[in-house]
């Protein structure tokens, strides 16, 4: 502002800045905490209230893990009802976030969940000379000096293994033993000779695991593998 002055007072000139309080836009996100399979493609939706002149919502996801930076997975407008989605693949834990920049009446905000993602596992039994029910059981079948062969595959990040999981069945039950780990190497894939019992009757099984934290690393949910069932015969 300025003032032209008169006979009584010299001009002068002079300005200040006002900083205009905005409000704090409502935006929220779904999804948090859920936990999904291997490579899900999961609809992330924001949900932004009132708006002004900015009707721009980001979607971003930041995977766990030092190897994967976070990024844009779609940026564009809320439709008439304040939602905005985007697809995320599920491949690692991750975290989503959603982004408002602000307009000269709502505030920048930023809201985040963490979903979690599974690994996919699978295994592999050879060296059985047949497969046959005992009970409801499907069990692969071996003879009693033959050591079986387990091949896992599972989705692999650097210095990952593969926890080993076996029991057998006595007395009507089966008894856990101790877990072992196994590295996997750089294809996900960890071969493990169980070795031969030498007599006939003995009843085992076994699964591969993922363990969040023990398996090498923490970018994926623990994840267990579906139970092989083996039996030694004659």
């Known amino acids: 502002m300025s ?29 948090n905490g859920k936990v999904y399979s291997y ?33 844009l997975i779609r940026s564009g407008t809320v439709n008439s009802s304040g939602y905005f989605a985007a697809t995320v693949d599920m491949a690692r834990d991750t975290t989503v976030y959603a982004v408002f920049k602000g307009d000269s009446r709502y505030a920048p905000r930023a809201v985040k969940v963490t979903s979690y993602a599974k690994v996919r596992v699978s295994t592999a039994v ?31 990040y650097p210095g990952g293994q593969q926890s080993f999981d076996l029991q057998v069945y006595y007395q009507g039950d089966w008894h856990a033993l101790d877990s072992e780990y196994f590295p996997l190497g750089t294809a996900g894939r960890s071969a493990v000779s169980l070795g031969a019992p030498g007599e006939a009757g003995v009843r085992a ?3 591969s695991a993922y363990v969040n934290g023990t398996s090498g690393d923490s970018v994926n949910s623990t ?3 579906a139970w092989k069932y083996l039996y030694w015969s004659n």
Do not use: C
């Open 205 to 207: 099984r076994m699964r």
């Open 126 to 156: 050879s060296r059985h000379y047949r497969t046959g029910r005992i009970g409801s059981t499907s069990y692969y079948w071996f003879h009693k000096n033959t050591d079986p062969l387990l091949t896992t595959t599972m989705t692999y």
């Open 39 to 71: 490579g899900a493609d999961v609809r992330f939706t924001a949900h932004r209230g009132t708006t002004y002149k900015n009707r721009t919502v980001e979607i971003w996801a930041d995977p766990f893990g030092t190897d994967r930076p976070k990024r």
């Open 223 to 225: 994840t267990y593998g």
């Open 3 to 31: 003032y032209a002055g008169d006979a009584a007072h010299t001009a002068a000139s002079g300005y200040d800045q006002v900083a205009v309080s905005r409000a704090t836009p409502s935006l929220t996100l779904n999804n």
